[in-house]
């Protein structure tokens, strides 16, 4: 992802920079934040969720010894197959094409797993699971940078499985349908730019505007670097306001509130192609790892850094989210 200038303290890149200077982070203070809105309409308030973090942090673990994972090397292969594997008896979708680079051609697949719900419309959850190809050969195993994203929607797929039968009669949930999607390619091969960069969510926005389904989400919300141990998530202004006030509020329900919008600035991720083409979108990340980002896109980006509590954190408040949009 990348950051961009914003107000009197500059945001300077983050997933832009090629092998140049380590990238830094500046944040503006967010001065205004909203408080919760009032709770959920009379009676409905449903038990905070508590995702497995313990579980979620094993999946991490895995996904990270899997080693580097760029666009169409072997150990991305493996992973495709590691992620399909988790989605046994669920509704699983390929959007795979090739994607054209500086670098030259490569595979790219999204998978997407699908929740049927009772109601009209449908919330999506992504995070890439790709590494980048610029660090090949470094030893960068992106534990929280496509690690972490990866494994929280494994276990929200746990999640959503269980809600969805409870009985094993595959009924649907009881809300939106919801669709996890693992994302592919949204590294730059090269250097951050608009065409060197989120390959395949560049693609999926096109191929969801041609077939309709861009009109019936109601909100698509981007997990990506969620699992470092200090985790402060930053406001990313680049998205919609009323949604990223609603993640809020859901960290405020769990008590979580701490770990949110400190700090806010735009950056640019995976929400993108989907934001430009008219849907509410919002990015949940914390591009402040290690002092000024030392950890972000280096061989330091590993296990040791992270922690389930995190996990449990960022994770608990998005279910909630989804939560307090099926009430919508
Ligand atoms: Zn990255």
């Not at 699992?227 to 990313?236: E, H, S, T, W, Y």
């Not at 700090?263 to 979108?281: A, C, N, Y």
Request: net charge negative; charged share 25%; with cysteine.
């Amino acid at each position: 992802m990348l950051l961009s200038l914003f107000g009197l303290v500059a945001i300077l890149s983050a997933c832009s920079r090629g092998t140049d200077a380590g990238p830094k982070a500046f944040f503006q203070v967010a001065s205004q934040i909203k408080t919760a809105p009032s709770p959920s309409p009379e009676g409905t308030v449903a038990p905070l969720p508590h995702i497995d973090a313990k579980r979620a942090f094993q999946y991490t673990r895995e996904v990270t010894a899997f080693g580097e994972r760029y666009m169409g090397n072997e150990n991305h292969k493996k992973l495709e197959r590691y992620i399909i594997d988790h989605l046994k008896g669920d509704q699983v979708e390929d959007d795979a094409f090739t994607a054209d680079t500086v670098e030259g051609k490569f595979p790219v697949r999204n998978i997407i797993a699908k929740f049927p719900g009772t109601k009209d419309g449908i919330i999506v959850i992504m995070g890439h699971y790709d590494t980048n190809y610029w660090l090949r050969g470094t030893g960068y195993v992106g534990a929280n940078d496509g690690g972490s994203s990866t494994a929280i929607l494994l276990e929200y797929a746990n999640q959503l499985r269980g809600a969805k039968s409870g009985d094993g009669s595959g009924k649907k949930r009881d809300g939106y349908s919801v669709w996890l999607v693992w994302t592919d390619g949204e590294e730059a091969v090269k250097t951050w730019s608009d065409t060197d960069s989120l390959y395949g969510t560049r693609h999926l926005a096109e191929k969801w505007e041609k077939d309709g389904t861009l009109k019936k989400i109601k909100a698509l919300i981007v997990m990506d670097m969620i699992g470092d141990a200090d985790l402060d998530i930053q406001r990313n202004t680049s998205g919609a306001a009323w949604l990223l006030d609603l993640i809020y509020a859901a960290a405020e329900r769990l008590g979580y509130q701490s770990h949110f919008y400190a700090m806010q600035g735009s950056i640019e991720d995976d929400h993108l192609p989907f934001m430009k083409r008219g849907v509410p979108t919002a990015d949940v990340i914390d591009l402040d790892y290690g002092y000024n980002n030392v950890f972000h896109h280096t061989p330091q980006d590993t296990m040791d850094k992270l922690s389930p509590n995190s996990l449990q954190i960022a994770g608990d408040t998005i279910l909630e989210t989804v939560h307090m949009l099926d009430q919508r």
